[in-house]
């Protein structure tokens, strides 16, 4: 397979047609000054008759930005194209831009498939504990103030290279992959998944650049911000910053080498924070992940400097990281030959020198979304809510727990529309336990219903029935205490069936119906799980939502923000295995 790799930015395209599974390189090229000259659909339609002779079958984009949506590579539909352009004021510099390149190129190749590799979506999985900033959280919700990582494609192809030097799997390996280039970003990828990552919502967090901070005291930019103001702090922080600017030289580690040999102290100094920022995060990766099995350091730094990856990587005989220096010195890497192992024969954590190549990477990514089933993966992926126990009541449970006439007051709003959860709570009361402080969702209902887990039931000492929400007849006993009374209910406690809340439209879209039984999996977690059994509920006041409880989240180690994909239909909704999506 020829896959044509488009990297589109605001002025240039850059291009390579690539075997991907064998990396070989057909073509490769930029085309320069779009905008000025001619546009992106001239330069790419002219391209389409120099590359003829090379049979392309699939087309890769790089995208920046992918938000919180893209957790892997896609296939370009109108869709997907809406979600990137809704990625736009994350990365108001780059996603424009892929998107021109995008649109470039569909027209140049409408048979094609083309595909979208996003440098986010490696990091997508991070847990929450990792990618929080610990600000208001409403905010940073309505804002998507959140840490997504960069520069995925690299760290996940120079850390596969290094397990397979190791001859493993990157699932038995915790590697710490450094990319040292212009920009540069470290990522802890603990046994394949990346767990914690340098840069943020911006490529700006982090390690110290070629012009660009890193990590500062959020303080030093509000100050700057009132000296200077937004944008000339923005400039300074993204232009003049990093190496270039405690140099006072340019961006160029070369050069400030050669002026620190000949004593220039920012130089220097430039040298020393660059290493040390550096080595800190090896150390706090280590940590992050209890251990450390590999190191591997790329980019234009990180492949070429000797000098420098002796600075970053002196020092940590603590963690069994111990280098060779003649073979540090001899280090030499090339897309042919593009690993180089500088470890000591003693070193129990092995560092490697590894040439990126993050073409090769997006090539083979291209390749697996366009020749794999794509049916089930393309769908709409499902956002999964987690019910912790709850209880509805109806108009006689209230009057008897919280006084005559007494009215549910309001604490938030639920995902669908005119549910809300009340500040009032329950005791539940079973013959083996008590569960207090229950929260009660509103409005009320024509029948009470008490909805918890497996785990919830051996506590109470209760065996409750798997019920759908409103099938109440017959379900298990339960003791409610409020504050103005207890009531003993012969029926209402059960455990909830999980279920999908979605629209006619969204029904359509996934070939399903009321009633259905469907599969969704869910994955990326090192718990992946598909939920059978979970029934479909259409209605056009619903919102798309998967609905599971607190066992079957920590079953399949879900948290806020997870999704699943609709994998398989059971048409019927009896049983009976009628249609069977996945290949
Ligand atoms: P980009 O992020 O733009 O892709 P690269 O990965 O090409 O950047 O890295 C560019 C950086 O690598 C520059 O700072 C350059 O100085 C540095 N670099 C390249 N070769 C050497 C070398 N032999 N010694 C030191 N630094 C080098």
Same mark, same amino acid.
């Given at each position: 397979m020829r896959v044509l790799v488009i990297n589109c930015g605001s002025s240039s395209i850059k291009y390579q047609v690539i075997d991907?599974?064998?990396?070989?390189?057909?073509a490769a090229g930029t085309l320069e000054r779009l905008g000025e000259e001619r546009s992106h659909e001239e330069a790419l339609g002219a391209l389409v008759g120099e590359l003829?002779?090379?049979?392309?079958?699939a087309v890769g984009h790089r995208v920046v930005h992918g938000g919180a949506r893209f957790v892997d590579a896609v296939r370009i539909d109108g869709e997907v194209l809406a979600a990137i352009e809704a990625c736009v004021p994350l990365a108001p510099l780059h996603n424009p831009a892929n998107l021109a390149g995008i649109r470039a190129a569909q027209a140049a190749y409408p048979d094609l498939p083309h595909i979208a590799v996003f440098d986010t979506a490696m990091h997508a999985r991070l847990p929450r504990r990792a990618r929080t900033y610990a600000i208001d959280q409403e905010l940073a919700t309505a804002h998507s103030i959140r840490r997504f990582g960069f520069h995925g494609s690299s760290h996940g192809f120079v850390a596969q290279k290094a397990a397979e030097t190791l001859g493993t799997s990157l699932r038995e390996l915790r590697v710490i992959t450094l990319h040292l280039g212009n920009g540069a970003s470290a990522c802890a990828l603990e046994f394949g998944t990346s767990?914690? #990552?340098?840069?943020?919502?911006?490529?700006?967090?982090g390690l110290v650049m070629g012009t660009r901070s890193g990590d500062l005291d959020a303080g030093v930019v509000l100050r700057l911000a009132r000296e200077l103001g937004i944008d000339e702090t923005e400039h300074l922080l993204n232009k003049k910053s990093g190496l270039a600017g405690i140099s006072g030289l340019g961006n160029d580690l070369r050069e400030i080498q050669r002026a620190a040999a000949e004593g220039h102290d920012g130089a220097r100094l430039a040298i020393n924070v660059f290493a040390h920022r550096a080595r800190k995060y090896i150390g706090a990766y280590a940590a992050v992940m209890g251990g450390l099995d590999a190191i591997v350091l790329t980019g234009g730094i990180g492949e070429n400097s000797a000098p420098m990856r002796r600075r970053i990587l002196q020092r940590l005989e603590f963690l069994g990281v111990r280098i060779d220096e003649d073979k540090n010195q001899d280090a030499s890497v090339s897309d042919d030959d593009p690993v180089f192992d500088i470890s000591s024969? #003693?070193?129990r954590v092995k560092t490697f020198v590894v040439a990126t190549n993050e073409e090769l990477q997006i090539a083979k990514e291209t390749a697996k979304v366009a020749g794999g089933d794509t049916e089930v993966s393309q769908k709409k992926p499902i956002p999964i809510a987690i019910s912790a126990r709850h209880v509805h009541l109806d108009r006689a449970a209230m009057d008897a727990l919280f006084g005559e006439g007494s009215e549910l007051t309001h604490y938030k709003d639920l995902s669908q529309p005119g549910q809300f959860a009340s500040n009032e709570r329950v005791n539940l009361i079973g013959p083996r336990g008590k569960i207090e402080r229950v929260r009660i969702l509103g409005p009320l209902r024509p029948a009470c219903q008490i909805e918890v887990s497996r785990t919830d039931e051996f506590r109470l000492g209760v065996d409750a029935p798997i019920r759908r929400?409103?099938?109440?007849?017959g379900s298990a006993p339960i003791t409610l205490e409020g504050p103005n009374g207890t009531i003993h209910l012969e029926e209402g406690l059960i455990c909830a069936w999980r279920h999908i809340h979605m629209t006619t439209k969204d029904a359509e879209d996934y070939g399903v119906k009321d009633g259905d039984m469907v599969e969704v999996s869910v994955s990326g977690r090192g718990r992946d799980l598909t939920f059978g059994d979970v029934l479909v509920r259409v209605k056009d006041s619903y919102r798309l939502e998967m609905h599971i409880d607190t066992d079957e989240a920590n079953a399949a180690e879900l948290s806020r923000g997870a999704t699943g994909a609709l994998t398989y239909t059971d048409v019927e909704g009896d049983g009976a295995v009628i249609q069977q999506r996945r290949a």
């Open positions: 991907p599974a064998s990396g070989e390189r057909f003829s002779e090379h049979a392309i079958e767990v914690e #990552t340098s840069m943020g919502m911006t490529p700006l967090e024969s #003693t070193a929400s409103g099938k109440v007849r």
